[in-house]
Nanobody
Framework: QVQLVESGGGLVQAGGSLRLTCAAS????????MGWYRQAPGKQRELVAS???????NYADSVKGRFTISRDNAKNTVYLQMNSLKPEDTAVYFC???????????????WGQGTQVTVSS
């Protein structure tokens, strides 16, 4: 089992910045695709950013140019740097880990407990 622990959430004013951290357990981290998702009240969970084991990245259109996902395999850690925050970024942010075979078959998927990000106007 993979355990994921998020930290770094908090309350910031519009235009401010936060850096989220996801600390992962497990021996497969360098091969895990990692993602950040968020869920606002009354809305479905959505993908914010993802990074593959080969460090290829993908972002939701709403955060392109403002957010950056990165990973440090030596520390089993993934980060989400969030700049120019907007009130609509307010949500609980979740860390996600996936392992797929070389053929693309999903082996497992795990979620962290979430961390609250609140952006005031």
């Amino acid at each position: 089992q993979v355990q994921l622990v998020e930290s770094g959430g908090g309350l910031v004013q519009a235009g401010g910045s936060l850096r989220l951290t996801c600390a992962a357990s497990g021996s497969d981290f360098s091969r895990n695709a990692m993602g950040w998702y968020r869920q606002a009240p009354g809305k479905q969970r959505e993908l914010v950013a993802s990074i593959t084991g080969g460090s290829s990245t993908n972002y939701a259109d709403s955060v392109k140019g403002r957010f950056t996902i990165s990973r440090d395999n030596a520390k089993n850690t993934v980060y989400l740097q969030m700049n120019s925050l907007k009130p609509e970024d307010t949500a609980v942010y979740f860390c996600n880990a996936r392992l797929r075979t070389s053929g693309g078959i999903l082996v497992y998927e795990y979620w962290g407990q979430g961390t609250q990000v609140t952006v005031s106007s």
